[in-house]
């Protein structure tokens, strides 16, 4: 592994994708990316007797399912990196004391999708083991009941709020032997803490836009690249306010992100004018695991797609932060992925 500039690593074996999972709820199931996802459950109970209880088993089955498409056996595994929404991230830890590998739990909210990517790829890169797993998970109403109301109380709101993914994606790591073909893990950008003094939860996006605006100027700057080197940026969850503010932050900067496709996966993963109930858009971990491990390495696959840059972004907010009245600390990890091929 190599380091570039002062946020960037450069993953110097390429460490490959050998297989991924995308598994979702029903809303998401009616949303224009539906065919990409591997399996979507037909309602938010999963067969479950609770919400937390019905996220663990998405997980474990996104996870089941990554391992069935990597063509690797449970046995074969040696590496778990995963993290969640809940407190003390009980989702991921209860799906790895299942899986019964060595585990590192993670919390970087929403970005926690690259935030595990990028470690499971330094464990391999660094030849610290053959095969890791990488994965994250929300459920709406796991979240919302925690972060903001539960969902039987119906509570309205703002127009700028976002509807949590129910969703799980998850990413077997590998060594890269010469022979496997892609997608591969080429760079990641750890992002710093961005604050500017939002309190409102229901405002995510705006509170995020700042933290991925810094760590896409990181990037270039780290790399030398130009916005135009990849055929597509998506951020993690910004939806339609935090989109443009990133958008005219970066502008500022001089990054010219009209040189290429700039969108997001909070854009991407619902149809804003069929599904009105999502609102701006939407987030939560399982927003920017299931557009990347589903349709994003998909169009990677088939060639449509040759370099893309994924910046997942997580608001590290608690409820008791907001309650003591607390801003919200964001922030945004970067990792670009290749199809096959030598890279840059």
Request: negative net charge.
């Amino acid at each position: 592994m190599k380091q570039l500039g002062s946020q960037t690593w450069q993953f110097t074996s390429r460490p490959v994708i050998l297989g991924s999972s995308a598994v979702v709820g029903p809303e998401e199931g009616e949303g224009p990316l539906a065919s990409d996802f591997d399996f979507i459950y037909d309602s938010l109970e999963m067969g479950e007797k609770t919400w937390e209880k019905a996220e663990r088993a998405l997980f474990e089955k996104s996870a089941k399912l990554a391992l069935m498409n990597a063509g690797i056996e449970e046995s074969q595994l040696e590496f778990f990196v995963g993290g969640d929404l809940m407190n003390q991230i009980i989702s991921s830890s209860f799906a790895a004391r299942k899986l019964g590998v060595p585990y590192l739990g993670v919390f970087g909210a929403c970005s926690t999708s690259m935030e595990s990517l990028a470690i499971a790829s330094m464990i391999i890169d660094s030849g610290g083991a053959s095969y890791a797993l990488a994965g994250t998970s929300s459920h709406n109403c796991t979240v919302e009941k925690q972060f903001r109301f539960p969902t039987e109380y119906g509570s309205q709101k703002p127009p700028y709020a976002q509807y949590t993914v129910t969703g799980s994606g998850c990413a077997i790591v590998g060594r890269n032997d010469g022979t496997a073909k892609g997608p591969h893990v080429a760079m990641a950008t750890i992002g710093r803490i961005m604050d500017l003094g939002l309190t409102d939860p229901f405002n995510m996006g705006a509170a995020m836009a700042p933290a991925a605006a810094d760590t896409l100027t990181a990037h270039f700057r780290d790399t030398g690249l130009s916005p135009g080197h990849y055929d597509l940026i998506v951020t993690g969850d910004l939806a339609s306010v935090g989109l443009p503010i990133t958008k005219d932050l970066l502008a500022k900067e001089g990054i010219p992100m009209e040189q290429t496709t700039f969108n997001d996966c909070g854009l991407m993963i619902y149809d804003r004018d069929k599904q009105k109930y999502v609102i701006a858009g939407g987030s939560g971990c399982g927003c920017s695991a299931t557009v990347t491990y589903g349709h994003i390495l998909k169009r990677l696959k088939k060639g449509e797609l040759k370099r893309v840059l994924i910046v997942a972004t997580g608001a590290l907010l608690s409820p008791l932060s907001y309650q003591q009245g607390e801003s919200i600390p964001c922030i945004a990890h970067a990792v670009v992925l290749e199809s096959g091929g030598e890279g840059q």
